[in-house]
């Protein structure tokens, strides 16, 4: 039950949501000789259909049910077809942030205007990424047709997984055109900021989300616990958890990642300040380590996950040999992981109750104001505006603690409603899944050495 702060809360997060958009888009450049009412009409009409989903979403799964229609029974899916949508959507994820480090490498040293680099491999790849998305979705709609009962609305909500894998597929089919269609009108991006590329990482986190719902649902109930009591079952979680924090610190801090290796935002006439790079990095780990220390229910689990998106990053940068990409990103995103994990140490392990959003928003932002130092030897900013990185840092470490508590508890809701798992013989063992992961891994690898460089 939702009560008049929180409706107040998540009207401020839409009204952020649509500030954030239109920053964004002016941050990521207009095209040399657009017409700029062109430009902002399109952009507009980009962040209508997004609130048409978003309109769609509360209709479907939040809005009161006609007095004629009775509440649906939950219908949740087996122990097994969770376990197997979330390594279909993880391994989708995999696929997709190895292609976009690819495809990065591969501008980067070989330039390829919009057009010939279409099904180039590294796109290729994201593109398996996205098609398993869309294709857990076309499975939930035939799901939801053929085993649930009634209207849409009751449908939607007799299994909420299912509903969402339909939306996310939905969205994703409108993320995927919009970006050669913007493309066509507009040209090639000035900046990887651009509405189309922002809409496609939004899909992912989505995607991402879904995939770690799937399989925090499939674990047992678990008391608060420290990082030395993670089990291999929570592998996966972290794995997805790393992803989303791989693509979205790449694309998201590509401006300054340049500029180390000589392509300062200055020579495409932007303007990139320090606070800016400061709300992107934090805004990304206090998600993510939110996420990953509540719904594992592990003081430990986002640092766990952050060591594992570095460890990715090097490991990706040694086998493209690619010393043009950097990983100081996640190199500083390591101190505000520490620091939301020790709160939820405190709250969890130690006084045995959920970690409040307040605190974790204090711990994000005291980690980062010390973090500043670390951020401008990394990117060789020299000194900056201290009170606009104060003001930035406080704003997104409030903004982004809160609405990642909402998001698990969210999760966590759907988990209590969903069947605990109660046998082992009905779900797919930890090492069956790493072994198709491992497999997977080997088959991206094969795809990579053969492909030929369009030079």
Known sequence: MTTGNDHFGWVLASIAGMIIFAAFTAWGGIPAETNIGLFWLQAGIFLLVICAFVLAFWHLLIRP???????????????RARQALALTLASGGIATF????????????????????????????????FATATAAGFWALLYLN???????????????????????AAFLLYALPADPLWHWIFGEDITAWSIPHLILLTSFILTQLLALHLQASTMRPQPWRSLFGLRRADGLALLIIAAMQ??????????WDASLAGVPPESLGLYRPEWLLAANLLGCVTFTGVLATRLLRCAGAATAAGLLA????????????ADMLQFVAWLAALLPLFAIDLWAYTCGVINKREPDWRGTAAAAIASMTINALVIRSLYNLGDGNNVAYAAAVLTTGLGASWFANRVADALLRQRKAAPAPTSDWVRIKPAASFGILGVFLVFIAFFIMTATPPV
């Open 65 to 79: 049910l006609a007095p004629n229609l009775r509440q649906p029974q939950s219908n949740a899916l087996t122990l």
């Open 98 to 129: 190895i292609g976009g480090v690819w495809d990065e490498l591969w501008h980067r040293s070989y330039g390829l205007p919009f057009g010939e680099d279409l099904f180039w491999r590294p796109h290729l790849l994201m593109y398996f990424g």
């Open 146 to 168: 053929r085993q649930l009962r009634g209207n849409f609305q009751q449908r939607f909500r007799s299994n909420t997984a299912v509903g969402l894998l339909i939306l996310n």
């Open 246 to 255: 791989l693509l979205w610190l790449q694309l998201m801090l590509i401006d």
């Open 310 to 321: 570095l460890v990715i990053r090097i490991g990706l940068i040694q086998l493209f040999d």
